[in-house]
């Protein structure tokens, strides 16, 4: 069913690819509604506890991101297809960061949609880029 989206763009459209970005979508899912039950007293406001919980969010996604691509680039057996093919180079672990960032857009795509009267243009926005 994939063959043809697969030639060009490796295995990033697979189903097991798909799986891990939904999956990774209920961890971000999971890890702020954590968060916002977590937040601190002096966050009385239900807005203000929200802003904390995607705060949290966005900047644990920004450590994962940091440390898969230190292994990405660090390890011999990750880079080795990427070293062969600059551009269509792929590796498990890039499957993984690919999985982990399409999986928190589409939860930042849900949070958006949340706050629709707030921010119609950051909707847009994401529409348009994914």
């Not at 991101?65 to 660090?74: A, D, E, N």
């Not at 930042?108 to 949340?114: A, G, S």
């Amino acid at each position: 069913m994939f063959d043809h989206l697969e030639a060009h763009l490796g295995a990033a459209v697979t189903p097991i690819q798909l799986q891990r970005t939904l999956g990774f979508f209920f961890v971000w899912l999971g890890l702020s509604i954590v968060s916002e039950k977590l937040a601190p007293k002096r966050f009385e406001d239900q807005d203000d506890r929200l802003r904390f919980a995607d705060r949290v969010t966005a900047g644990t996604h920004s450590v994962a991101i940091i440390g898969l691509c230190v292994w990405i680039l660090t390890d011999p057996a990750q880079t080795a297809n990427i070293d062969a093919d600059h551009l269509y180079g792929y590796s498990d672990g890039v499957a993984l960061l690919f999985a982990l960032t399409c999986g928190y857009f589409l939860w930042d795509i849900y949070t958006c949609l949340n706050k629709v009267s707030e921010s119609c243009a950051l909707v847009e926005i994401h529409y348009s880029f994914f």
